[in-house]
Each structure stands twice: as C-alpha cells, then as structure tokens.
T-cell receptor
Framework: SAVISQKPSRDICQRGTSLTIQCQVD?????MFWYRQQPGQSLTLIATANQGSEATYESGFVIDKFPISRPNLTFSTLTVSNMSPEDSSIYLC????????????FGPGTRLTVL | GQNIDQPTEMTATEGAIVQINCTYQTSGFNGLFWYQQHAGEAPTFLSYNVLDGLEEKGRFSSFLSRSKGYSYLLLKELQMKDSASYLC?????????FGTGTQQKVEL
C-alpha cells in the first residue's frame, strides 16, 4: 500500500492570499487526486492530477482557483488561490497505485482556515 | 450524475451488530467502496465490492446488489474504537464519488 504525506498539516491564512499544499507518495502511483472536505461534510473531488499534463477538474472547480501540478509519479501540489473564508476546509490528497487494484489511499489532510 | 444516500447518524451499544445502508444511482459504476474516518483523520479503506454478494473481512462485512443499487456495511461485535464516520463511495472510471457519510456512535 502507498503511504502519503502532506505539507503543511494545517495553516491559517489571510483573505486574498494563496497557499500551496504538497503531496508526496512513497512509491510511484498511477493516479493522484485532490479532495476537499468541508466541516461536517463528506469528501468532494476537486480534480485528478495528471502526470505531465493539465489536471482534470470536476464541475464547480476551475484551474484559476485551484491550480494543480504533477511533475512526476510521486508528487503533486494543489494551490488554493485568492482565498476567502469559504475555502476553509480540509484538503486531502489521494492516490491509487494500480498494484492494489482499485483501492485509493489518502493522505492525512491539510486543515486550512482562512480569516 | 451520481447520487449516494446514507443515514446521517446511527447509535448502538458495545457488542452489538450494526448495518449501515447505502443506496446509489450512478453512471459508469465500477465498484462500491466503504471507508472509515475517525474525527480529524484521513479516511481508511475498509472494503470493495464489484460483484453482487457478501464480502467478509473479520468483524466487517460488505454487501452489494448492483440491480438494486444497494450496499451495506455490517459491523459485528461493536467496539468503542468503531465510533467513526463510515463513507460509502462509488467508483466510476478512475475516481470515487462519496456519500455524505454515516456517523456511527458507540455507547457502553
């Protein structure tokens, strides 16, 4: 199984600023994803991070607000741009390694608070 | 589109058997997943059903009926550490779509 780490684990940011969250997987994985989990809610998929090409965004999420990079098979970043209090949430990185079938592993999450 | 329904909250006593239901309407179905999430932690994988029937894994079992769009997670010999949110998710293509989760409370 893949082990996923995220940085930072939490942050408090000012309105209008941007934060980049890093996701590192301990092995090469085929698929990486970014989810958002708002307080008391379930997980909502933001986008699929594609290695070497632009991310695939879900309805309601756009690249200008959530730019994503995936330079290789073990690393991805998510930027939350021009933040507002509504962006306060937990952001989770997830990966699927192909060797474990369809199982997806999750990182510990980044708890973001926007003031 | 995807539509997944689970009860919001359930309560049971230690040692009990609990069944958490999940109904779904989805296109491109590629399996039904159950995850456990303790407060403040990331979801952890519990089970995956792609064919109809019951999959047993220790104290946890998961059932799927594709024709009915229905699944359940069965928790046996309930323990205090089982207090958590249980998330039903459908797989479609390469991604997961999650239900709202069921908060399972365990009482002494």
């Amino acid at each position: 199984s893949a082990v996923i780490s995220q940085k930072p684990s939490r942050d408090i940011c000012q309105r209008g600023t941007s934060l980049t969250i890093q996701c590192q997987v301990d092995s090469q994985v085929t698929m990486m994803f970014w989810y958002r989990q708002q307080p008391g809610q379930s997980l909502t998929l933001i986008a699929t991070a594609n290695q070497g090409s632009e991310a695939t965004y879900e309805s309601g999420f756009v690249i200008d607000k959530f730019p994503i990079s995936r330079p290789n098979l073990t690393f991805s970043t998510l930027t939350v741009s021009n933040m507002s209090p509504e962006d306060s949430s937990i952001y989770l990185c997830s990966a699927r390694d192909g060797m474990s079938g369809d199982e997806q592993f999750f990182g510990p999450g980044t708890r973001l608070t926007v003031l | 589109g995807q539509n997944i329904d689970q009860p919001t909250e359930m309560t049971a006593t230690e040692g009990a058997i609990v069944q958490i239901n999940c109904t779904y309407q989805t296109s491109g179905f590629n399996g039904l997943f159950w995850y456990q999430q303790h407060a403040g932690e990331a979801p952890t994988f519990l089970s995956y059903n792609v064919l109809d029937g019951l999959e047993e894994k220790g104290r946890f079992s998961s059932f799927l009926s594709r024709s009915k769009g229905y699944s359940y997670l069965l928790l046996k010999e309930l323990q205090m550490k089982d207090s958590a949110s249980y998330l039903c998710a459908t797989g479609g293509g390469n991604k997961l779509t999650f239900g709202t989760g069921t908060q399972q409370k365990v009482e002494l």
